[in-house]
C-alpha cells in the first residue's frame, strides 16, 4: 500500500494530532486528551482516539518523528518490525484528515483525502524507535549543557526520524 502520507514532522511538547479537518474545536481536541489519560496516575496512553481525533505522544518532548499514514481497504494484519497498539475508531465528517502539531504553525505535510468518505473509520498504530529516542534525547540532553544554540539544535536534529509511527486506517463497516 503505498503511504498517503510520509515525513518527518514536529511535534508540540511530544504530541502531535491526526484529525479530520472539522474537529479543531477546543472541545474536540480537549476529549482526546482525556481518552488518553491513565485513570488514577498523571500518567497518558501512547495514542488514543476520541471522535475525529488521534493523538500521539512521543518518546521525548523534543520528538520530530517520522510518521507514515495509510489507508486501507481492511482491517490490516500486524507486521513486524512495528510494536502494535490496541484497534481504535475515529468518527470522520469530512472526507480529509490533517497531521498537526501546534495548530498556530500548519505543518508541510499533504492532507489525507479519504476515498470511503466520512464515516466510521478502524485506525491502527504501530511504532518503532522510542526506547532509541528516549536513550539518545538523554545523550543529547547532556551533551546541550555546554554548546551553542545552534549546536544544541544541530543535536536535537540528530534524532529526527529515528522514532517512527505507522498508522493504518481503513473504513469500519460494523453496525453502528
Same mark, same amino acid.
Given at each position: 500500500?503505498? =503511504?498517503?502520507?510520509?515525513?518527518?514532522?514536529?511535534?508540540?511538547?511530544?504530541?502531535?494530532?491526526?484529525?479530520?479537518?472539522?474537529?479543531?474545536?477546543?472541545?474536540?481536541?480537549?476529549?482526546?486528551?482525556?481518552?488518553?489519560?491513565?485513570?488514577?496516575?498523571?500518567?497518558?496512553?501512547?495514542?488514543?482516539? =476520541?471522535?475525529?481525533?488521534? @493523538?500521539?505522544?512521543?518518546?521525548?518532548?523534543?520528538?520530530?518523528?517520522?510518521?507514515?499514514?495509510?489507508?486501507?481497504?481492511?482491517?490490516?494484519?500486524?507486521?513486524?518490525? +512495528?510494536?502494535?497498539?490496541?484497534?481504535?475508531?475515529?468518527?470522520?465528517?469530512?472526507?480529509?484528515?490533517?497531521?498537526?502539531?501546534?495548530?498556530?504553525?500548519?505543518?508541510?505535510?499533504?492532507?489525507?483525502?479519504?476515498?470511503?468518505?466520512?464515516?466510521?473509520?478502524?485506525?491502527?498504530?504501530?511504532?518503532?524507535?522510542?526506547?532509541?529516542?528516549?536513550?539518545?534525547?538523554?545523550?543529547?540532553? =547532556?551533551?546541550? @549543557?555546554?554548546?551553542?544554540?545552534?549546536?544544541?539544535?544541530?543535536? +536535537?536534529?540528530?534524532?529526527?526520524?529515528?522514532?517512527?509511527?505507522?498508522?493504518?486506517? +481503513?473504513?469500519?463497516?460494523?453496525?453502528?
Amino acid at each position: 500500500m503505498p =503511504a498517503v502520507v510520509d515525513a518527518v514532522i514536529p511535534s508540540d511538547n511530544g504530541l502531535f494530532l491526526v484529525r479530520d479537518v472539522n474537529a479543531e474545536s477546543f472541545e474536540a481536541r480537549l476529549a482526546a486528551f482525556q481518552a488518553s489519560r491513565i485513570p488514577g496516575t498523571r500518567r497518558g496512553r501512547l495514542c488514543a482516539a =476520541a471522535g475525529g481525533i488521534l @493523538l500521539v505522544r512521543g518518546a521525548h518532548q523534543m520528538s520530530r518523528p517520522r510518521v507514515r499514514i495509510e489507508v486501507l481497504d481492511t482491517i490490516p494484519a500486524e507486521e513486524p518490525p +512495528w510494536h502494535w497498539e490496541a484497534r481504535a475508531t475515529m468518527e470522520i465528517a469530512t472526507r480529509q484528515l490533517v497531521v498537526e502539531a501546534d495548530p498556530s504553525f500548519p505543518l508541510d505535510v499533504p492532507a489525507v483525502d479519504l476515498p470511503g468518505g466520512p464515516g466510521r473509520y478502524g485506525v491502527v498504530l504501530g511504532h518503532t524507535g522510542r526506547p532509541e529516542v528516549q536513550q539518545e534525547a538523554a545523550r543529547v540532553s =547532556a551533551a546541550n @549543557l555546554s554548546v551553542s544554540s545552534d549546536d544544541a539544535l544541530a543535536n +536535537w536534529r540528530s534524532l529526527d526520524g529515528i522514532e517512527q509511527y505507522l498508522i493504518r486506517l +481503513w473504513p469500519d463497516h460494523r453496525d453502528r
